[in-house]
């Protein structure tokens, strides 16, 4: 099975600064997304991000972006002039092409930011 | 639009009781999921369906049961409830492909005591 890790447990930054989240993955097949879900207090799981795994350029959207690195299967997350509303916890989705087509979800990163 | 809908919210239960967690969807999404979301261990799914009458294991499905007579209902029972069944539980439909993403309920908080 596929596996998704997500070594940062918690991170911090300053509001308007930038902050750069980890994900790695580890998957025999050659054709997949993988998504960034950004999860507030709330407990709403919202899209923030998706890349597709033949598309060399990284997907940015606003002040959100990714770093993907196939070979070394790394999909990190950029969020840029970080804002109070960004504190949530941050999960990495590995989307397989498989039957059943199943997300593989990391254990999250919590974001705080700090005024 | 309503997307997915979960009820309840919230439920506590006591340990050996049985209850059905509702799910339903009115995106005419084929493929619907169970999660569940422990502290520390992101989201494990339960079980998953890729249309009426059909359904399949995850990866912990274990003291849950479902059924999908319906493309917009997704219902998770649970038997003989466990304090290792406390958990915050999640449902999620898509469309096939796996380029689409996934949209989630709210999320049920479950404590069994």
């Known amino acids: 099975a596929q596996t998704v890790t997500q070594s940062q447990p918690e991170m911090s930054v300053q509001e308007a600064e930038t902050v750069t989240l980890s994900c790695t993955y580890d998957?025999?097949?050659?054709?997949?997304?993988l998504f960034w879900y950004k999860q507030p207090p709330s407990r709403q799981m919202i899209l923030v991000i998706r890349q597709e795994a033949y598309k060399q350029q990284n997907a940015t959207e606003n002040r959100f972006s990714v770093n993907f690195q196939k070979a070394a299967k790394s999909f990190s997350l950029k969020i840029s002039d970080s804002q109070l509303g960004d504190a949530a916890m941050y999960f990495c989705a590995y989307r397989s092409a498989r039957a059943g087509n199943q997300f593989y979800f990391g254990t999250g990163t919590s974001l705080t930011v700090i005024p | 639009n309503a997307g997915v809908t979960q009820t309840p919210k919230f439920r506590i239960l006591k340990i050996g009781q049985s209850m059905t967690l509702q799910c339903t969807q009115d995106m005419n999404h084929n493929y619907m999921y169970w999660y569940r979301q422990d502290p520390g261990m992101g989201l494990k799914l339960i079980y998953y369906s890729v249309g009426a009458g059909i359904t399949d294991k995850g990866e912990v499905p274990n003291g849950y049961n479902v059924s999908r007579s319906t493309t917009e209902d997704f219902p998770l029972r649970l038997e003989l409830a466990a304090p290792s069944q406390t958990s915050v539980y999640f449902c999620?439909?898509?469309?096939?492909?796996?380029?689409?993403?996934?949209?989630f309920g709210q999320g049920t908080r479950l404590t069994v005591v």
């Open positions: 999620a439909s898509s469309l096939p492909g796996r380029h689409t993403e996934a949209f």
């Open positions: 998957t025999s097949e050659s054709d997949y997304y």
